[in-house]
């Protein structure tokens, strides 16, 4: 499951499940009677760009794997394109965004300062405090 879970493609997510059911086939039962875009990347609905790493190189290699077949002006469009595509997606979801950093790290950082309200902080030296909840 851990193999199938990890790849980006269909037929890889396949080759691996079925692996899995030679192997274990009541885990398989169970397995894929869930809901697979919880737990299998091929399947996830947000756009990853394909891959889940934050090497840039790694990244664009992966993507690029089929088109290295092509010819060298047609390889060289179709980076292009992809890459134009990938900014122009990330350009307007930057536009849209009502805070200096993402909805998600906004809210994480609410959340954390809610929970500060309840904490009293004092000083152990000028680098080092201690944070205690207060009673609430």
Request: with cysteine; proline share 3%.
């Amino acid at each position: 499951m851990d193999k199938a879970s990890r790849v980006y493609t269909e037929l890889k997510h396949n080759r691996h499940m079925e692996e899995l059911q030679n192997l274990h086939p009541n885990a398989y039962d169970y397995i894929i009677d869930t809901v697979l875009h919880k737990w299998s990347c091929v399947y996830y609905p947000d756009r990853r760009y394909r891959v889940m790493t934050t090497n840039v190189a790694k990244c664009i290699n992966s993507c690029l794997k089929f088109a290295r077949q092509l010819p060298m002006l047609t390889l060289a469009e179709f980076n292009r394109n992809m890459l134009q595509h990938w900014f122009r997606d990330r350009h307007w979801v930057a536009q849209s965004m009502h805070h200096q950093l993402t909805d998600a790290t906004h809210l994480v950082i609410l959340k954390s300062m809610e929970n500060c309200n309840f904490m009293t902080v004092n000083p152990v030296d000028c680098n080092i405090f201690l944070a205690k909840r207060s009673g609430k």
